[in-house]
């Protein structure tokens, strides 16, 4: 069989996505490629959209079914799956009893936090697991570069802590509890804020090229680690796909702030959204004066303005 692309047509592309389990008009579209990723994905081939021998191979022994769309709750894609913006999500969840499952909710907001932490994302989930805390948890982990050393083993891959439909406390006290019960997190792994230039909370050392200077001071702090390249590029990834899948406009709320105020005051503490009278979009900071995240990196700042 030839290598197949889209914009391909023709009986080879019939014979795909009839393997697939798709609709076979074939024509090689937005929706067929969306299909081959994700059986590239399970299969541990290049998440590239084309169709080449070693896809193939595979494809031509797959016992085919009847039905017309692939299950993504299916056994299938249990450690991972790929939303419409190209982002891979792995699963690593959290021990039942960890989160709880939410009734009469819809999420409203979507929060940006950073860990305070190290690189890894799956450690992290595994320290929430092991906690005295409670159920404190984002749905979803962001992995990063690491601080000492500048390892990007983890940078960009996101992580799903819980199923959709549950809910972890990512936000502590706010005016609203009606805000935590619907909103959706992100932690970003990151250490945060740095003291004598290059020196984390926990007197760790940061490299050079980990390190990024504000034009000001944000939360008495002009010096930061920094939230890399992959990272702004999976938040977007993720913020476009969270406001998708839970109809949340994240055009809203700290966008807004930037435009009125500035990066600074934008990221800063805004009682209105303290008491959740502002949906959309939100960081850590606009509803806590105690917490340091996240901070007004101006790549994170552009990426914002470009929703």
Same mark, same amino acid.
């Given at each position: 069989?030839?290598?197949? @692309?889209?914009?391909?047509?023709?009986?080879?592309?019939?014979?795909?996505?009839?393997?697939?389990?798709?609709?076979?008009?074939?024509?090689?579209?937005?929706?067929?490629?969306?299909?081959? @990723?994700?059986?590239?994905?399970?299969?541990?081939?290049?998440?590239?959209?084309?169709?080449?021998?070693?896809?193939?191979? &595979?494809?031509?022994?797959?016992?085919?079914?009847?039905?017309?769309?692939?299950?993504?709750?299916?056994?299938?894609?249990?450690?991972?799956?790929?939303?419409?913006?190209?982002?891979?999500?792995?699963?690593?969840?959290?021990?039942?009893?960890?989160?709880?499952?939410?009734?009469?909710?819809?999420?409203?907001?979507?929060?940006?936090?950073?860990?305070?932490?190290?690189?890894?994302?799956?450690?992290?989930?595994?320290?929430?697991?092991?906690?005295?805390?409670?159920?404190?948890?984002?749905?979803?982990?962001?992995?990063?570069?690491?601080?000492?050393?500048?390892?990007?083993?983890?940078?960009?891959?996101?992580?799903?802590?819980?199923?959709?439909?549950?809910?972890?406390?990512?936000?502590?006290?706010?005016?609203?509890?009606?805000?935590?019960?619907?909103?959706?997190?992100?932690? &970003?792994?990151?250490?945060?804020?740095?003291?004598?230039?290059?020196?984390?909370?926990?007197?760790?050392?940061?490299?050079?090229?980990?390190?990024?200077?504000? @034009?000001?001071?944000?939360?008495?702090?002009?010096?930061?680690?920094?939230?890399?390249?992959?990272?702004?590029?999976?938040?977007?990834?993720?913020?476009?796909?969270?406001?998708?899948?839970?109809?949340?406009?994240?055009?809203?709320?700290?966008?807004?702030?930037?435009?009125?105020?500035?990066?600074?005051?934008?990221?800063?503490?805004?009682?209105?959204?303290?008491?959740?009278?502002?949906?959309?979009?939100?960081?850590?900071?606009?509803?806590?004066?105690?917490?340091?995240?996240?901070?007004?990196?101006?790549?994170?700042?552009?990426?914002?303005?470009?929703?």
């Amino acid at each position: 069989m030839k290598q197949l @692309k889209i914009r391909d047509q023709g009986p080879d592309v019939v014979t795909l996505q009839t393997k697939l389990g798709i609709t076979a008009d074939g024509i090689f579209g937005p929706n067929t490629e969306k299909h081959v @990723k994700r059986f590239q994905l399970a299969h541990n081939l290049p998440v590239d959209g084309i169709v080449t021998n070693d896809a193939w191979v &595979i494809l031509l022994n797959l016992q085919v079914s009847e039905p017309d769309e692939i299950d993504e709750d299916s056994d299938i894609y249990a450690q991972h799956y790929l939303t419409n913006y190209d982002q891979i999500i792995h699963r690593h969840f959290l021990p039942k009893g960890e989160y709880v499952r939410r009734t009469n909710c819809i999420n409203e907001y979507v929060f940006l936090h950073h860990t305070a932490g190290n690189a890894n994302p799956y450690a992290c989930i595994d320290y929430w697991g092991r906690d005295t805390r409670g159920r404190v948890a984002t749905e979803f982990v962001l992995g990063g570069q690491n601080h000492r050393t500048g390892s990007d083993e983890y940078d960009g891959i996101m992580v799903q802590a819980f199923p959709e439909g549950n809910q972890g406390f990512h936000l502590g006290k706010t005016g609203s509890g009606h805000m935590n019960r619907n909103s959706v997190g992100l932690e &970003i792994c990151n250490m945060g804020y740095l003291t004598n230039g290059n020196l984390t909370y926990v007197k760790s050392r940061c490299i050079h090229s980990q390190i990024i200077e504000l @034009k000001e001071p944000f939360r008495g702090s002009l010096y930061w680690h920094n939230y890399s390249e992959n990272q702004i590029k999976e938040t977007e990834k993720w913020l476009r796909y969270i406001g998708e899948r839970d109809g949340i406009d994240i055009r809203l709320g700290l966008k807004q702030f930037i435009q009125k105020h500035g990066p600074t005051k934008g990221f800063d503490f805004n009682s209105d959204a303290y008491y959740g009278k502002v949906k959309g979009l939100l960081t850590h900071t606009n509803v806590r004066k105690d917490k340091t995240d996240c901070y007004p990196h101006p790549d994170l700042v552009d990426m914002i303005m470009s929703l």
